[in-house]
């Protein structure tokens, strides 16, 4: 999966092209405070693997905590759909369930990131 993926927000307000690092193998869900709230899993690009297609006026960003992670949501309908990482903020995580033909439930069972203990906050 390097082909750019479609990947939108509920109403479409918002529409990134996503190219993954290493297609759907990055997949996983964090249990930080924010993310286990959330509960979506994310899989991972490049910085330069985002463009926002259409809908940048509609991105609202939220910082939690060390205030490294930029978390984007759509501020019409509230899905989140992509993420700067603390852990590598070199690196997007995407909104697995956003990303176009794409279930979730297909994937079983979707690896836990000990976001509770992150190096960072050491």
Not at 25 to 40: K, V
Not at 71 to 82: E, L, N, Q, W
Not at 98 to 121: E, F, K, M, Q, Y
Request: with cysteine; aromatic share 6%; hydrophobic share 30%.
């Amino acid at each position: 999966m390097t082909d750019p993926i479609k990947t939108t927000c509920q109403c479409g307000g918002v529409e990134l092209r996503v190219r993954l690092s290493d297609g759907l193998n990055t997949a996983r869900r964090c249990d930080c405070s924010y993310c286990a709230r959330r509960g979506a899993a994310a899989v991972t690009a490049p910085l330069d693997g985002v463009e926002v297609v259409k809908g940048a006026d509609l991105l609202t960003e939220y910082r939690w905590g060390t205030q490294t992670a930029r978390h984007f949501f759509c501020s019409v309908c509230g899905i989140y759909t992509h993420h700067q990482r603390r852990s590598n903020p070199n690196e997007y995580g995407v909104n697995l369930a956003a990303l176009a033909g794409v279930n979730p439930r297909d994937l079983g069972d979707i690896p836990w990131t000990d976001g509770i203990n992150h190096p960072s906050d050491r």
